[in-house]
C-alpha cells in the first residue's frame, strides 16, 4: 500500500522541518514555493537535517528515508492525502495560500495550517470546507522536538481531528488539542515571555547572556528565551507578536525596539548568522 502524499506549501524554516520529520518517518513529500532558489536550499537543509536526525536517534532504524519532490506550482496540492501550510505568519499571505489550496483539494482533505497564533476560526473564512481546517504548532527543529500542539477551531471536524492525530502518530509525535484562541497556549505564553526578555536587556538590567542563564539555572528553561527568539527567528516572532497584540491589545505583546531594530539590521537569528548571539563563526 502506497504511504500517503504530504504537500507542504512554504519552504522556509518550518516547512523544510515538517518536510523532513515526514521524509525520516517513510512519507513522501512534495514541497512547494514560489522561489527556486529557496526550494533548493529546502532540499539541501532536508538532507541535512536528514542526517541530523539519524545520529540523534530521532528517526526509525531501518527505514529508508521518503522521496522529496519540490514544484513552483500550486497545482501539486490536487492529489495530496493531506496540505500543510506553511507560509510566514502574516494574515495575507496565509489567507492567500489557503484560499488557493482549499480551490484545488479534493472535498474532506485535511488542510493544516502550521500557525503560531493566527485563529483557526479566522483562516476558516479562506477555505471552502471550513470543517477539513485544523491548526498545528510544530516546534523547531520539528524534526527534532516531539510534542506538537493541535488547534481544532469551532468548525473543525471530528474526521479532520482524528486523521491529524493519526498523521502526527504516525511520525512519532505526541500531540496536545487544545481550543482556538489567539496565541493558542504555547505563543501566548511564550511569545510575552521573550518580549520581556528583550526589554529586560534594553532596560540595562542584565545581558543577553546572564537572562538566559538565569531562565536556564533558575527556571529549568532548556535554552533561554533569547537563544529560542534566534531559533524562531526574530522577524517571525515579531510577525507573530503583532498578530497576536492586534486579536489582544496586550501590551506585552507589543514588539520591543530591540526586537524591531534587529529585524531592521537583518539580524535574525540562526539564518542569519547573528541574532542576540553570533552564530556565523559556528558556520563558518
Known amino acids: 500500500m502506497d504511504e500517503p502524499l504530504v504537500v507542504i506549501?512554504?519552504?522556509?524554516?518550518?516547512g523544510t522541518g515538517i518536510s523532513t520529520l515526514a521524509?525520516?518517518?517513510?512519507?513522501?513529500?512534495v514541497l512547494v514555493d514560489v522561489d527556486e532558489g529557496v526550494l533548493d536550499r529546502a532540499a539541501a537543509a532536508a538532507a541535512n537535517g536528514l542526517r541530523h536526525a539519524q545520529l540523534a536517534g530521532a528517526l526509525p532504524t531501518g527505514r529508508t528515508p521518503a522521496k522529496l519532490r519540490t514544484t513552483l506550482s500550486l497545482?501539486?496540492?490536487?492529489?495530496?492525502?493531506v496540505v500543510?501550510?506553511?507560509v510566514t505568519e502574516l494574515p495575507d499571505k496565509k489567507a492567500e495560500v489557503l484560499a488557493g489550496v482549499s480551490a484545488l483539494v479534493r472535498p474532506g482533505t485535511p488542510l493544516i495550517s502550521n500557525t503560531s497564533g493566527i485563529p483557526i476560526d479566522e483562516m476558516a473564512a479562506w477555505v471552502k470546507n471550513p470543517g477539513d481546517l485544523i491548526g498545528t504548532h510544530f516546534m523547531n527543529p520539528a524534526y527534532l522536538i516531539s510534542m506538537v500542539e493541535?488547534?481544532?477551531g469551532p468548525q473543525t471536524a471530528d474526521e479532520t481531528v482524528e486523521s491529524v492525530l493519526s498523521l502526527l502518530a504516525r511520525v512519532g509525535r505526541r500531540a496536545v488539542v487544545v481550543r482556538d484562541a489567539p496565541g493558542f497556549v504555547t505563543s501566548r505564553l511564550l511569545h510575552?515571555?521573550?518580549?520581556?526578555?528583550?526589554?529586560?536587556v534594553s532596560a540595562g538590567t542584565?545581558?543577553?547572556?546572564?537572562?538566559d542563564t538565569l531562565m536556564q539555572g533558575c527556571l529549568g528553561h532548556p535554552t533561554g528565551p533569547l537563544r529560542t527568539a534566534d531559533l524562531i527567528g526574530i522577524d517571525n516572532l515579531v510577525d507573530a507578536l503583532e498578530a497576536l497584540y492586534a486579536r489582544t491589545g496586550d501590551e506585552r505583546c507589543r514588539p520591543s525596539d530591540l526586537l524591531l531594530e534587529k529585524v531592521?539590521?537583518?539580524e535574525l537569528g540562526r539564518k542569519s548568522g547573528r541574532g542576540f548571539y553570533n552564530y556565523s563563526e559556528a558556520q563558518s
Open 150 to 152: 493541535v488547534i481544532r
Open 192 to 200: 510575552p515571555m521573550i518580549n520581556d526578555a528583550a526589554q529586560v
Open 23 to 29: 521524509l525520516g518517518h517513510g512519507l513522501p513529500v
Open 9 to 14: 506549501v512554504g519552504a522556509g524554516v518550518m
Open 206 to 211: 542584565a545581558t543577553v547572556e546572564d537572562v
Open 84 to 86: 500543510i501550510e506553511a
Open 75 to 81: 497545482n501539486d496540492v490536487a492529489d495530496a492525502a
Open 264 to 266: 531592521r539590521r537583518g
